[in-house]
């Protein structure tokens, strides 16, 4: 049985074998969740095990979404007639049917891990554990998490771009994270492995707001001058871990004693609903104050926040490409994070196409 | 002069020679209705003598809706610049205009009875009154009835599959009509004269709470094992009439009693308005404890509750649909009644593009 | 450097080298106003000397909208990465960047007069100021103004028609403009010079409601017979000025002295956004109890509540016309206003497509 994705391999703007963010843990709970990610509706649902699967948000009996069901004895209950499918997409039963020559429907590839779940889109049988981003701080008790998910109405790519590029801090987020430093200091783009690297380094600097809460956060003087800097990292398929952080200043910045320092990594994983629309997800681990919930639901929210600037600005940014799709962009060099981030991207669609051509012949 | 319809022929999913239900009695006061039918805009009216007319809703002057005027004198006043349209599609007058040679705009017959405004999109030449679904209970004091209209955004044709397979009362109502036994009862699907009966009978069971209060309703004893029973006769174009009810364990079910029995017919006229939007209009005609007005408001508050949770499924199922025209569904058992109906649709539509063929030749 | 319109000019239903009203004086303050004008997205904004610009929304960096930028020293930054975008479509500055390169973006001539910014969207060479629509008593303290500006799904000559024929008063607005002698009063259409002016006079006549406000306002019995009358003169672009007005009756009407009147002249600028969308700025001058800004107030008010009435028909024709595109509408004698007024436009444009045409060759 084969199935083909909804958007052919030729278009979609996106690698199709990757291990793709779906959800948070904590979405998927007694009731199953209908979501499109890169291109296909899905449905997640957790077996009698806890355990989380992914298919096809279609029933084979009418096509009605099966998200629309509920969960009994591991199997996923249709809510229109009570076809009720297994996690391997056979159907395992329905009142009064004989169901064994019921086509299947497509099952993708799931991990639960870090606090999130992981969905591959594509093939199957390439769908191996070790190509999991490897989170180390969601397993390290010295570390503690906050984060949100926001649905956001932009080519995923767009989201790259704005956080390979944090020149935009000053403008889009000047009241929070924003300062005039961060434009004047020169900015470093960089392949290191598997990953586009961007970093800048801001000495001797007053922190913005946001920072001045972190530095409080930390039991730290906020008033002082500081050294900031804003490490940026891009990993297939649309993954961008920044470390950030502010230290008081003449200590070693980014190398200084943790003690010294209000540290995090602003965690973002972008993932593409549609060719302009995606799912957002942000959060920050932090090494500071791990113990106190508190300041981790307040940086949440505060952070959340500041997302929601970034939003706005995205979505119109859209509309306005979308009105003029031949009209060419500059390529500055502090838009090179992104630009080397989407020739990774391409990269890795064009050598997914080359295997299809070579699997075809 | 000829009017060519909006929708091809060849494309429209509908039979257009039939009486479809436009709106009911009451939707039909002082002031015109514009509605669509059948991929048509149509104004109804009442003209002096309380009579309805079916026009395009569509102003000859400068293309305005009629439906935005008001009657005067049994005619149709344009809200823009007061063309007087008459029924017969004929411009009546105009201000300071001399409207002899002003285009006429189509008609469509028309005929109120039981309640309802029924038009037929179609050949007026074949428009005869005799083709009318006839509704005895709607002319016998024995019976009270009910009802409402659902705009809904989908095929007609899922509803109509809707209601010729009530196994889905088991998960979509499940806290109302809905039970286990009705997946346990085997179901019986035949064509009798013009009509696709699919039947269900289910002896010995407790009835669920829409039941409970329709015996209460009945004066009978809401807590004791019933026989319950589900008849759905579609007929064309789109009416599914469905006897239900509920007797007293053990006195013949079906044909027990009427004293012992509380019984009703749903009615479901399923009227096109796009391809994928359809107009419906539920109801519930009883002959128990009929002169219980208080009792008829509660039923078909009842009623309505439950067909807005058919509303979300079918409008899910039609954006799923949407999205996989070509996914092949599968056709049980339990399908037989919406697959036989469609039969019957595809033929009727199939007889009209015969004749249509015919008389182009 | 060339710019292409975003809808070609062969297809465009509106003349490009003429002055559109973009925004009201008041609309333009410290922050930007982004707002599509014949199909061009602009920005308009202030500098530093408070004198408008108008540019095209898009930062030649990555596309987002230059509106959500701000003003700073006579040039706009963009609010995503602060490119500093000065009057004329040139790259003022940016933080770390030589912008000499960069590539200008469109400008539009720009004319604040009369308490209006107004916009050329076509050949910047042909915009000469002594094309302006001139409003002389907008310089006259013997007269007294108000208005708004409102949104209409629909094109714009379908307004030009409704103020071309104002038959439409005595069904749209039958409770405050609209009466039953203007449907009998004969109606006049003429060119002259630059203008089509239709014209109506309705002798010994009861003011509506909305001019026996007026006659009270200027101090005159509202309730005796009125001579009242309406001159609708259009001119290109697509501006309407009507003259109204009520004179107690026997006095000379129109030509009535001034204490023996109220009159004023309707003021429409009718600037279309899209083909099937337009910005309609309304309002009216008039010449008595000029210093009364509460009665300018009201009027004001008084005159939004009718123009609502006429956008609900308005965006509901539009609606029947999309529908129906092939349908051909009667041109009748009350549409004489608007059919010589759409000859005028079609002329024009007909004029510039030739003068680009020979420019080709």
Redesign the interface.
Known sequence: MEFSP?ISDEKAPWPRNAWYVAATSAEIGDRPLGRQICGE?MVFFRAGDGQVSALE??C??????LS??FVREGNL??????LEMGCNGRTAG????RVGG??PIRTFPVIERYGFIWVWPGDADEAYVDRLHHLPWAEDDGWAYGGGVYHIRCDYRLMI?NLM?L??E???HASSIGQREI??A?VQTRVVGDEVVTSRFMPNVIAPPFWQLALRGAGLDDKGLVDRWQICRFSLPSHVMIEVGVALAGHGGYEADNALKASSIVVDFITPETETSHWYFWGMARQFSVDDAALTDTLCEQQGAVFREDM??LE??Q???S??PD?R??K????AGGVRSRMMIDRAIAEESLTLDAAAT
């Open positions: 909804l509706r948000d279609f084979p009996h009418r096509g009605a979404p629309l069901g209950v249709c809510g229109y007639h009570g329905m009142p009064g049917q019921f086509p771009d590029d020149t935009h000053t403008y889009v434009d004047e020169p706005e600005m119109l940014q509309a306005n490409l009105r003029y009209r962009l500059l500055l060099n502090i838009d």
